[in-house]
């Protein structure tokens, strides 16, 4: 048995964006991620608390009924199955703390969670993330995009010395 | 010739269908980005150090992918393009937005998306990195109402590459491959000259 079957790079972009052209084809979007975790924020809070209707930004969300009644949301559900079952298939299912050698569990952990909550308010500002932006963005020749991915690929390797102890060896 | 493509937005599937039909798409999506390597952050943040370039050959090789077939598609005028959703975009905040998203990636090792298939595959930086998300979202949605002036400035509408330098979706097309294969050679360039150095 291969332990390792990871398509190559080339391979799964050609692959990946076929996929993403059906997507377009068929819903008239392509992939997207972080409206799911933005819809669910919303709803979760609003069924805590239904005032939150009214928020400046998330009633938008709410309006039409159940935020989670939404395209992307339920496309988030499929690509959590069709991830899981890739990694059934090549057994490759087992809890881990991806980090350097060595380092701490707590502080990756903490990193982690930290960086979440950084990504997620990001996206709010760049209307969607690597998928729904940048991704399906450049693919439509939107100029945004590029202005998107330049900006996070930029201050990613600016930032990249701070967390260096974190990912030293990770490949 | 009467244009078919997108079957929603031509009324060719109702929106239950539609539904059903975005739950396959993104298994789709999850296996292949799973079978990409992007079920774990030990392929996404060594990037940053130019000591890998599995996200950028990926992205790259989908980018011109999809946007070869939706020119073809376009030019034999099977696909309204009109149709296609394209996020406005939003010049300052896409800037500032990306420069902390930066941040928050190398930091954490993932994105939105990719961390979807990492917590299918039980990856507890994952599902840490995901209940960030639901915090940063509730964060968001509370200061909104204070940065509602920056979060739309710079507004461009739909600004494709053939609004910016003229011509039409061909040139979009070219220099959408051109811009790509930029990037992707800039970024393996960078990783060669990491490789010689060698680890420090």
Same mark, same amino acid.
């Given at each position: $048995?291969?332990?390792?079957?990871?398509?190559?790079?080339?391979i799964? &972009?050609?692959?990946l964006?076929?996929?993403l052209?059906?997507?377009?084809?068929?819903?008239?979007?392509?992939?997207?991620?972080s409206?799911?975790f933005?819809?669910?924020?919303?709803?979760?809070?609003?069924?805590v608390?239904?005032s939150?209707?009214?928020?400046?930004?998330?009633?938008?969300?709410?309006?039409?009924?159940n935020?989670?009644?939404?395209?992307?949301?339920?496309?988030?559900a499929g690509?959590f199955?069709?991830?899981?079952?890739?990694?059934l298939l090549?057994?490759?299912?087992?809890?881990?703390?991806?980090?350097?050698?060595? /380092?701490?569990s707590?502080?990756?952990?903490?990193?982690?969670?930290?960086g979440?909550?950084?990504?997620?308010?990001a =996206?709010?500002?760049?209307?969607?993330?690597?998928?729904?932006?940048?991704?399906?963005?450049?693919?439509?020749?939107?100029v945004?995009?590029?202005?998107f991915?330049?900006?996070?690929?930029?201050?990613?390797?600016?930032?990249?010395?701070l967390?260096?102890?974190?990912?030293?060896?990770?490949? | 010739m009467?244009t078919v493509?997108?079957?929603?937005?031509?009324?060719?599937?109702?929106?239950?269908?539609n /539904?059903?039909?975005?739950?396959?798409?993104?298994?789709?999506?999850g296996?292949i980005?799973?079978?990409?390597?992007?079920?774990?952050?030990a392929?996404i943040?060594p990037?940053?150090?130019?000591?890998?370039?599995?996200v950028?050959?990926?992205m790259?090789?989908?980018?011109?992918? =999809?946007?070869?077939?939706?020119?073809?598609?376009?030019?034999?005028? /099977?696909?309204?393009f009109?149709?296609?959703? *394209?996020?406005?975009?939003?010049?300052?905040?896409?800037?500032v937005?990306?420069?902390?998203f930066?941040? &928050?990636?190398?930091?954490?090792?993932w994105?939105?998306g990719?961390?979807?298939?990492?917590?299918?595959t039980?990856?507890?930086?994952?599902?840490?990195?995901?209940?960030?998300?639901l915090?940063?979202?509730?964060?968001?949605?509370?200061? /909104?109402?204070?940065?509602?002036?920056?979060?739309?400035?710079?507004?461009?509408?739909k600004?494709?590459?053939?609004?910016?330098?003229?011509?039409?979706?061909r040139?979009?097309?070219?220099v959408?491959?051109?811009?790509?294969?930029?990037?992707?050679l800039?970024? $393996?360039?960078?990783?060669? *000259?990491?490789?010689?150095?060698?680890e420090n």
């Open positions: $048995m291969k332990e390792n079957n990871y398509w190559s790079p080339v799964a &972009g050609i692959i964006g076929i996929a052209f059906i997507s377009f084809m068929v819903a008239g979007q392509g992939m997207g991620a409206g799911a933005a819809r669910a924020t919303a709803q979760a809070t609003f069924t608390d239904p939150f209707a009214q928020n400046a930004y998330a009633g938008k969300y709410l309006k039409h009924g935020a989670l009644m939404n395209w992307t949301v339920l496309e988030v690509i199955i069709g991830g899981l079952i890739s990694a090549a057994r490759r299912i087992k809890p881990e703390i991806t980090r350097a050698k060595g /380092y701490s707590g502080k990756r952990l903490f990193f982690a969670f930290l979440g909550v950084i990504v997620a308010a =996206t709010r500002l760049t209307r969607g993330c690597t998928s729904g932006q940048a991704l399906d963005g450049a693919a439509t020749f939107s945004g995009a590029w202005i991915m330049l900006a996070v690929f930029g201050s990613g390797f600016l930032f990249s010395f967390f260096k102890k974190q990912w030293k060896g990770v490949e | 009467e493509l997108p079957l929603f937005s031509n009324g060719f599937i109702d929106s239950n269908l /539904y059903i039909l975005a739950v396959g798409i993104g298994i789709l999506f296996f980005l799973e079978r990409g390597g992007f079920g774990t952050s392929h943040a990037v940053f150090y130019f000591k890998s370039t599995i950028p050959k990926i790259v090789s989908a980018i011109i992918t =999809t946007a070869t077939l939706i020119l073809l598609g376009t030019l034999f005028g /099977y696909i309204d009109s149709q296609i959703f *394209i996020p406005t975009t939003y010049l300052w905040p896409y800037l937005g990306g420069v902390i930066g941040l &928050g990636m190398v930091m954490s090792g994105c939105p990719t961390a979807v298939v990492g917590i299918a039980l990856k507890i930086d994952a599902i840490f990195f995901a209940l960030g998300l915090v940063g979202m509730f964060f968001y949605f509370d200061i /909104y109402q204070y940065i509602i002036d920056f979060a739309n400035s710079g507004n461009l509408g600004f494709t590459i053939d609004k910016l330098v003229g011509g039409d979706i040139i979009s097309y070219l959408t491959v051109a811009v790509s294969f930029g990037l992707l800039f970024v $393996m360039a960078m990783k060669n *000259i990491k490789d010689k150095q060698g």
